[in-house]
């Protein structure tokens, strides 16, 4: 495990719009639990109507998952919150989300189109193009956390979906993070399901430690390599 907690995560920006595709015909595929996975999709448990139940991702990012998971530790497994994504679930996240996030942070001065901007590094604007869709209705995108031997999940600093400078994938690796309880500890869990992830092909969103993709056009940002899939925004 220490060659995984080692290595401290970058301290990074948020992403650059990229709008380059090539994409590919790539069929959604069913996740499902195993001994190294389990699954928790999250939206419906919190009372979205339109959340999804089952838990998809693309041919090759589910293959990336699974060797992915091979790599954890003896008892260790991964716990996925979110995969892909409905359209009607994007729009329904983004109004829901939108004034907690403007009260948090303390938005009220900023114009709409700078307070959408703002937003979008925690929910992406649920604009309705195929061709630069949402990352979640890409079904590249996958939210995740790590469970420990004793059935616990990691301690990582905050949850899921919160809106605080914590979510950020690196916020553990800086001289702020320094004093917090159990900072060293938090840090280390964090680098373990990032450089897990990363070793296996995907790409991570700074803004959120649990959120992490291939194929998208944020994965695109990164390697800058053209976006793979397109949105899909609804199951035939």
């Keep these: 495990m220490s060659n995984y907690t080692e290595t401290p995560i970058p301290v990074l920006p948020d992403l650059e719009q990229y709008t380059k595709t090539a994409f590919i015909d790539s069929p959604l595929t069913e996740v499902k639990e195993s001994e190294k996975i389990d699954i928790r999709m999250q939206y419906p ?4 109507k339109n959340g999804e139940q089952r838990c998809f991702l693309r041919r090759e990012v589910h293959e990336m998952l699974q060797n992915a998971a091979a790599k954890l530790p003896e008892g260790y497994r991964f716990r996925i919150w979110d995969t892909w994504r409905p359209f009607a679930l994007q729009e329904e996240l983004f109004v829901s989300y939108s004034a907690k996030i403007i009260k948090e942070f303390h938005l009220e001065d900023m114009s709409e189109e700078e307070q959408h901007s703002f937003i979008g590094k925690f929910v992406a604007n649920p604009i309705p193009d195929r061709t630069l869709p949402p ?26 979906d919160a809106f605080t400078d914590k979510t950020r994938a690196a916020f553990f690796e800086t001289e702020e993070a320094a004093g917090l309880p159990d900072a060293e500890l938090i840090r280390d869990n964090r680098r373990l399901l990032y450089h897990i992830m990363l070793e296996a092909g995907f790409t991570n969103l700074p803004s959120e430690w649990w959120h992490f993709e291939y194929g998208d056009k944020n994965w695109s940002a990164v390697v800058d390599k053209p976006a793979l899939y397109d949105g899909i925004f609804e199951l035939d």
């Design 45 to 48: 448990v919190l009372g979205f």
């Design 135 to 160: 990352a979640h209705t890409t079904g590249g995108a996958i939210d995740l956390t790590l469970v420990g031997p004793d059935g616990e999940e990691l301690e990582m600093g905050c949850g899921f």
